[in-house]
């Protein structure tokens, strides 16, 4: 049967599947419209399970703020191959996921999977995006943060993003992303030492009780020895603690309060598609 550019272009706009696709859908359909974005829908699901195995390390990471500027959320999005991540499509479904999760103040990752949008949901929609895609898409990561100040940072190339909360509103732009920077670059794994979890602590004091014992230390020294090393470990490592990277000669800690007394870090989110 005939099928008009218009009607191809309609089904086109309404699953995101390419034109020829769209044009056999509703040749299949005999243009039923609805029963051709059922095809689609159903051809999506079949390429979804035969690439059920295959890796999905590309992708996307993306955070954002509400409107108030107290909550913001960090999704990552995946796909199999970078040429696939850059697309515009692409970043454009995932920021359409996002922009859902913090309209409805979505918690979780289960609850973000579950929002219906266009009649269908979330899961649903990503399944479908596999086939019209031809690759593996996994939505493997959601948090949201809630504080009197929240930033979010994406760095550039959209493979890394941070979400920062602070304990006062209205905090300067700049500040808050000087330290959405920071947690970036410099990879903490807690606010302070008192947050640090007590596995990675007893870890820590392991590799370096073996490290000194291979170095030849007293055993009777080592846990002495371990300690102190676990002191650089937290000043390293733990957010408040770390040099600033914009001012080497003072932490992080000392920066914020020479910007307020009482201002501090609450939170932060850091995923990085590298690591």
Not at 23 to 28: D, R, T, V
Not at 79 to 100: G, M, S
Not at 133 to 160: Q, R
Not at 216 to 239: C, H, R, V, W, Y
């Amino acid at each position: 049967m005939e099928i008009s550019a218009s009607d191809v272009m309609k089904l086109r706009k309404a699953t995101g599947a390419g034109m020829m696709d769209c044009k056999n859908a509703l040749a299949e359909a005999e243009g039923d419209f609805s029963r051709a974005g059922d095809i689609i829908r159903e051809r999506g699901k079949l390429v979804a399970s035969k690439r059920a195995d295959r890796a999905a390390t590309e992708g996307v990471v993306l955070a954002k703020i509400n409107a108030s500027g107290k909550s913001g959320a960090l999704i990552v999005l995946n796909c199999e191959t970078d040429f696939v991540a850059k697309n515009e499509n692409f970043v454009a479904f995932a920021t359409k996921i996002l922009d859902a999760a913090i309209a409805n103040n979505s918690s979780t990752l289960d609850e973000v999977k579950a929002l219906v949008l266009d009649g269908r949901t979330v899961q649903d929609h990503v399944i479908e995006q596999t086939g019209i895609i031809g690759e593996k898409l996994d939505l493997p990561y959601f948090s949201k943060l809630d504080a009197e100040t929240v930033i979010a940072y994406i760095h550039p190339g959209n493979k890394l993003s941070t979400l920062v909360g602070f304990n006062q509103a209205n905090v300067e732009l700049q500040v808050a992303k000087d330290i959405a920077m920071q947690v970036a670059a410099m990879n903490p794994v807690s606010v302070s030492k008192d947050d640090v979890p007590a596995e990675v602590i007893a870890k820590e004091l392991e590799i370096s009780k073996e490290k000194f014992r291979l170095e030849g230390k007293p055993e009777a020294m080592l846990d002495k020895i371990a300690q102190g090393a676990l002191e650089k470990f937290f000043k390293d490592s733990t957010l408040l603690n770390q040099a600033f990277i914009k001012e080497s000669k003072q932490t992080v800690k000392e920066f914020l309060k020479s910007v307020d007394k009482g201002l501090t870090v609450t939170s932060f989110y850091r995923y990085n598609l590298a690591d």
